[in-house]
């Protein structure tokens, strides 16, 4: 089994900044990519950054310029960096992981979510 334990969330003012952490733990034998997705009440779940192998860095367009996605390797985790946050930037981000388990299976997981607010 694999566990992302997020955290890092909570309430921020318009153009503030929040830095959000996941840990991966577990069964790991590698981690092939790590992204973050997000959820706003009514909507669907949507990808707002992703790295891959490390290095190679994937944005949504309306985060393009504003979020940093990178990970520590050696740690198994991924921290979001926010800056000149929006209310329309609110939601719950989950953590995703694409595993290659101890067991050599090809695995995704998420982690449980942590809620963001930006609100004067």
């Known amino acids: 089994q694999v566990q992302l334990v997020e955290s890092g969330g909570g309430l921020v003012q318009p153009g503030g900044s929040l830095r959000l952490s996941c840990a991966a733990s577990?069964?790991?034998?590698?981690?092939?990519?790590m992204g973050w997705y997000r959820q706003a009440p009514g909507k669907q779940r949507e990808l707002v950054a992703t790295?891959?192998?490390?290095?190679?860095?994937n944005y949504v367009d309306s985060v393009k310029g504003r979020f940093t996605i990178s990970r520590d390797n050696a740690k198994n985790t991924v921290l979001l960096q926010m800056n000149s946050l929006k209310p329309e930037d609110t939601a719950v981000y989950y953590c995703n992981a694409r595993v290659t388990t101890t067991t050599l299976r090809a695995m995704d997981y998420w982690g449980k979510g942590t809620l963001v607010t930006v609100s004067s």
């Open positions: 577990g069964s790991i034998f590698s981690i092939n990519a």
């Open positions: 790295i891959i192998n490390g290095r190679s860095t």
